[in-house]
């Protein structure tokens, strides 16, 4: 079968699969307690693409159930066989992209995730939005039937898509490992440094990695491993902590609490999806030049900012709303009206600007660049599970939070940013442009995170062959783990 191997279109197709992650979180799923399981024990055994693509047959099936919905019992079934897609796809299709993009181009590339997922949000939001003027039950079903198209496209896209060249290089399918390589890196030329080069490095990691024992979870808690496993979870439970959540699921709460109601709250509401698009852009362009650090230590730095200002608008202007709320909303408990009002709105949709281009896509891009092929499938299925634990206990933590402690939620959240700051900066490395087979070096060499840089112009004129690999300061050949055997102790 006829097979693409320009890795823009092998993105484009694959992150489909985060569309479907925005689907199921724009049409307000409740049920989201399957994917952490999901996530956790996600095995490789079928591959990334064939994963993805059970990911799509699975949406499909609980597209047409959701749809066809008869009592509540029959929408729960169907939410949860959902559920285990986005946990699939959103554990998978980071890996697979990760194992197939150039370095230099593996943020943008990865990145494109998550501006997948806020599209997903927005179509929803819109289509959902559209068809609540529809007199019926088709109001609801039209919505969650239409959720079966994306996944329809991506299975049949993936059809035409290679498998990930390091996933076949760890089952001993070297040829097509080789060919892959060829079709994806070297545009058909079988003589490309480059791909020599890549081979070369997969082959090292694999001979070391046949020599020790099958990998398990317990592997990621090992001495050697456990660092990067914290980095990789950490990365995903502070992505939750931004105070994201609050903006995404009880947008309409806020803005209630700002004064607006009714439909005037929905399409004000709606907004923020539009920013949450448009700003992704910037960090898919500039992210691989720009870096992770930067990119996660100012995004943490803006959104503690707006975090405070819309408590302290709150705090200094506004007043408890009784204990019926606003508008009989009893989470809209506190309430502020005139130009304080509009300023929180303004701070809301400007906190959403700062983790568009942010954490937004870094959380994304980052924990799969961590780990070695032996361990990167489960490492980033565990540090997914994470996310959706946090997402799912900031489900029950939220509402009851802007009941009881009011505008201090904002402080809560402010405090989190702050953290996610200061962890950022003494202990998350640099990882761009880097191969992912050399990102060990940086914990092998034990060098500070903070005096890690990117090495993003050197790994482009490499790839182009301009330079020999021998001269880049980011040579594997003084990693002590290239020339030892996987440790075979056990825990």
Not at 34 to 63: E, H
Not at 64 to 79: F, P
Not at 286 to 306: E, N, Y
Not at 307 to 320: E, T, V
Request: one cysteine or more; charged letters at 15%.
């Amino acid at each position: 079968m006829y097979q693409i191997g320009n890795v823009y279109l092998i993105a484009a197709i694959s992150i489909i699969g985060g569309g479907l992650f925005g689907f199921d979180i724009s049409s307000m799923s409740a049920i989201i307690s399957g994917q952490p399981y999901l996530c956790y024990f996600n095995q490789d055994s079928l591959g990334r693409k064939k994963t993805i693509m059970l990911g799509a047959i699975i949406w499909v099936v609980g597209s047409i159930i959701v749809s066809a919905s008869q009592n509540i019992a029959m929408l729960i079934v169907g939410r949860v066989i959902n559920g285990l897609c986005v946990g699939l796809c959103s554990a998978q299709v980071p890996v697979y992209i990760t194992e197939l993009a150039p370095p230099t181009k593996r943020g943008r590339l990865v990145g494109a995730q998550q501006w997948a997922i806020t599209w997903g949000i927005m179509i929803m939001f819109y289509i959902s939005y559209g068809c609540s003027f529809i007199k019926g039950t088709a109001a609801f079903r039209l919505p969650w039937g239409l959720q079966m198209i994306p996944a329809i496209l991506l299975f049949v896209g993936m059809m035409f898509l290679p498998e990930s060249p390091r996933w076949l290089a760890s089952k001993d399918r070297w040829e097509e490992c080789h060919q892959v390589l060829i079709l994806v890196h070297g545009k058909g030329d079988p003589n490309s440094p480059w791909v020599a080069r890549e081979y070369h490095e997969i082959e090292e990691w694999c001979k070391i990695e046949h020599e020790a024992k099958s990998v398990t979870y317990l592997e990621l808690l090992k001495p050697k491993m456990i660092n990067r496993t914290h980095i990789g979870v950490f990365t995903q439970i502070w992505s939750q902590l931004t105070g994201m959540n609050v903006m995404m699921y009880y947008i309409t709460y806020v803005f209630l609490m700002a004064g607006l109601t009714s439909n005037t709250n929905l399409v004000a509401s709606s907004i923020q999806y539009v920013i949450n698009v448009v700003m992704t852009v910037p960090a898919l362009l500039f992210v691989d030049r720009i870096g992770r650090r930067p990119t996660l230590l100012v995004g943490a730095a803006l959104m503690a900012t707006f975090m405070f200002a819309n408590g302290g608008l709150l705090a200094s202007y506004g007043h408890y709303a009784g204990p019926l709320g606003v508008g009989g909303v009893k989470e809209a408990s506190w309430q502020v009206s005139g130009a304080p009002s509009k300023a929180v709105i303004a701070c809301t949709y400007l906190f959403v600007a700062s983790y568009a281009p942010t954490w937004g896509p870094v959380s994304w891009v980052y924990p799969p660049e961590l780990y070695t092929n032996r361990v990167r499938g489960k490492a980033v299925a565990l540090a997914t599970s994470a996310n959706w634990a946090f997402n799912f206990a900031l489900g029950y933590f939220v509402p009851p939070a802007f009941v009881n402690i009011q505008w201090k939620t904002y402080l809560i959240f402010g405090v989190f940013n702050v953290a996610m700051f200061v962890h950022v900066f003494f202990l998350f490395p640099e990882t761009a442009g880097k191969p992912l087979e050399e990102v060990n070096d940086i914990f092998e060499s034990h060098i500070p995170a903070w005096k890690t840089g990117t090495y993003t112009s050197q790994t482009a004129r490499l790839e182009r062959g301009e330079i020999d690999d021998k001269k880049v300061s980011i040579s594997s050949d003084f990693s002590p783990e290239r020339h030892e055997v996987a440790p075979k102790e056990t825990v």
